[in-house]
């Protein structure tokens, strides 16, 4: 069983709704990644935290410790937000990151 | 642009070939990383090099063989591959290796098919 479990596991949305995609996870963490992956391969890192919340645009990342659990919001979704999103946890036993299996999100016009 | 480049994108070879993947990062970052996409898989860590020092070999079969010749270069030589190594093959590039409040840095990947 991975260390670290996604949901749902695919994803469809009308433009302009509000996403959420969670993320759990086993283990004693020290920070928890989320990454977005665009068709075509290339990764990028879009937010890293250890606790409470973090805000860029109009994304949304929010973590609770006690209950390891995370969520990625994404508010007035774009269909140019149509990627895999990747939850990546830091466990407190290692420095390699642990991977969940990706979500992947389909925003139509 | 991320910084990291992966060459080449894509590469298709049989079970007999030898090829080399390679990244190179400007980012002035010391740890690079190889790590492998499978369908339906979560990304695997390969290899780790820090400062040029390799400090982790994920349980890799021998037929992917690593160098790290300086800090902002990293190659992942490839020999005798099976058709189960088709996969994307990403690198990335941190900081340090061991920090954990650092964000990874990736390159667009390698798309690679073994027939």
């Known amino acids: 069983k991975n260390e670290v479990e996604q949901s749902p596991q695919n994803l469809t949305a009308q433009e302009g709704e509000f996403i959420t995609i969670n993320c759990s996870y086993s283990?004693?963490?020290?920070?928890l990644h989320w990454l977005q992956q665009h068709p075509g391969g290339g990764i990028v890192s879009l937010f890293m935290l250890s606790s409470g919340k973090k805000k860029h645009g109009r994304l949304i990342a929010t973590i609770n410790i006690q209950e390891k659990h995370s969520s990625l919001h994404i508010t007035a979704s774009h269909p140019r937000d149509s990627a895999v999103y990747i939850c990546?946890?830091?466990?407190?036993?290692?420095?390699?990151?642990?991977f969940g299996k990706g979500t992947s999100l389909l925003v139509t016009p | 642009e991320t910084g990291v480049t992966q060459t080449p994108r894509h590469l298709v070879m049989g079970m007999t070939n030898k090829k080399s993947l390679k990244c190179e990062q400007h980012?002035?970052?010391?740890?690079m990383y190889w790590y492998k996409q499978s369908a339906k898989k979560p990304l695997e860590l390969m290899f780790v090099y820090n400062f040029k020092e390799q400090t982790e070999n994920n349980s890799v079969p021998s037929r992917f063989s690593p160098e790290c010749p300086n800090s902002s270069h990293l190659f992942l030589h490839l020999h005798t591959l099976q058709p189960e190594d088709s996969a994307l093959y990403l690198c990335?590039?941190?900081?340090?290796?061991?920090?954990?409040?650092?964000?990874?840095?990736f390159g667009s990947g390698t798309q690679l098919s073994v027939l």
């Open positions: 283990v004693g963490i020290s920070a």
């Open positions: 990546a946890v830091h466990s407190n036993s290692g420095y390699a990151l642990n």
């Open positions: 980012l002035g970052h010391n740890a």
């Open positions: 990335a590039s941190s900081p340090a290796e061991g920090i954990h409040n650092e964000k990874l840095f």
